[in-house]
């Protein structure tokens, strides 16, 4: 399993049937930026201390600050927004420029609801 698959098991496991989601957030919003195959990807984490990681560690996420999303809110509000809006999630990105594994709205629901 590469590393940014077990970030991406991770992420299930530690958010559970009813944990928070995490994101950043600054006063522009949250960002989306290219994914390595050139969508849009909205980064989300399943602990406030892998976003705070990513705020200390990347240049480009200083500034931020975490958001902690409930599941239900997550799930209701921000994944149709997201498939909406025609981005993909990226799931715990961790490393120097914050990559990882990256999925569609409708395969992270499926996965959420396993």
Known sequence: ?????????????EIGSNGPVWTVE???GVPAPKAADGR??????SQRSRA????AQ??????FRPLEISRADFESRWLPGIERD???????WSGPRAT??????????ARMTA
């Open 1 to 13: 399993m590469s590393f940014s698959a077990a970030q991406a098991s991770s992420f299930f496991r």
């Open 26 to 28: 600054d006063d522009s």
């Open 40 to 45: 849009r990807a909205m980064p989300f984490w």
């Open 52 to 55: 705070q990681h990513v705020i």
């Open 58 to 63: 990347v240049p480009a996420y200083r500034g």
């Open 86 to 92: 025609g981005l993909i999630a990226g799931l715990n």
């Open 100 to 109: 990882g594994y990256d999925l569609t709205p409708e395969e992270l629901r």
